[in-house]
T-cell receptor, first 114, second 115 residues
Framework: AQKVTQAQTEISVVEKEDVTLDCVYE???????LFWYKQPPSGELVFLIR??????QNEISGRYSWNFQKSTSSFNFTITASQVVDSAVYFC???????????FGSGTRLLVRP | ETGVTQSPTHLIKTRGQQVTLRCSSQ?????VSWYQQALGQGPQFIFQ???????GRGNFPPRFSGLQFPNYSSELNVNALELDDSALYLC??????????????FGPGTRLTVL
């Protein structure tokens, strides 16, 4: 069975702190894809990143970075020097090459206080 | 490039009624997926349409149905509404060959309240 677990329900940090959002996934497929989405209060899911299972290189995009480790089935997301505008719910999702649907975790609500 | 749009933004219905939600996919995208997001939870896959046919379905009863039109826009229909159908309904479009989890770009959603 495929599953995504985001154990952190809510995280509160002060602006400029670094914060890491955890994501653990389960799948028996050898080819799969991992995603992160941001959901601001407006409700729209904003695509952040997609990684495939054969590419374990970490990625950095501005203040965002992602750490993919197949050995621990984790795909963690770090925001460096957080800003108030980063406040949102963040979802990790799993997709398989054999399927068309995304399986989402329950999300982590991030609150960045000024 | 036009993003994914959904209508209406909000909707209030009573139990037993029927509802139709609409989605226009992002320019150039040929696949539309629908998700239901209950309050405080992650989105749950309802179904996907590719080339005007249902391409896959999640664990939702038959009273959830859909359509995709030649211009790749889509409708989600829910019959015999139940209180538990109250949720944010998200439409996502992607450019896909029918399989594989490509990047899915989401619309702003329709918030349905069933009284």
């Amino acid at each position: 069975a495929q599953k995504v677990t985001q154990a952190q329900t809510e995280i509160s940090v002060v602006e400029k702190e670094d914060v890491t959002l955890d994501c653990v996934y389960e799948t028996r497929d050898t080819t799969y894809y991992l995603f992160w989405y941001k959901q601001p209060p407006s409700g729209e899911l904003v695509f952040l990143i997609r990684r495939n299972s054969f590419d374990e290189q970490n990625e950095i995009s501005g203040r965002y970075s992602w750490n993919f480790q197949k050995s621990t089935s984790s795909f963690n997301f770090t925001i460096t020097a957080s800003q108030v505008v980063d406040s949102a719910v963040y979802f990790c999702a799993l997709g398989m090459d054999s399927s068309y649907k995304l399986i989402f975790g329950s999300g982590t609500r991030l609150l960045v206080r000024p | 490039e036009t993003g994914v749009t959904q209508s209406p933004t909000h909707l209030i219905k009573t139990r037993g009624q029927q509802v139709t939600l609409r989605c226009s996919s992002q320019s150039g995208h040929n696949t539309v997926s629908w998700y239901q997001q209950a309050l405080g939870q992650g989105p749950q896959f309802i179904f996907q349409y590719y080339r005007e046919e249902e391409n896959g379905r999640g664990n939702f009863p038959p009273r959830f149905s859909g359509l995709q039109f030649p211009n790749y826009s889509s409708e989600l229909n829910v019959n015999a509404l139940e209180l538990d159908d109250s949720a944010l309904y998200l439409c996502a479009s992607s450019l896909a060959s029918g399989t594989s989890a490509r990047e899915q770009f989401f619309g702003p959603g329709t918030r349905l309240t069933v009284l």
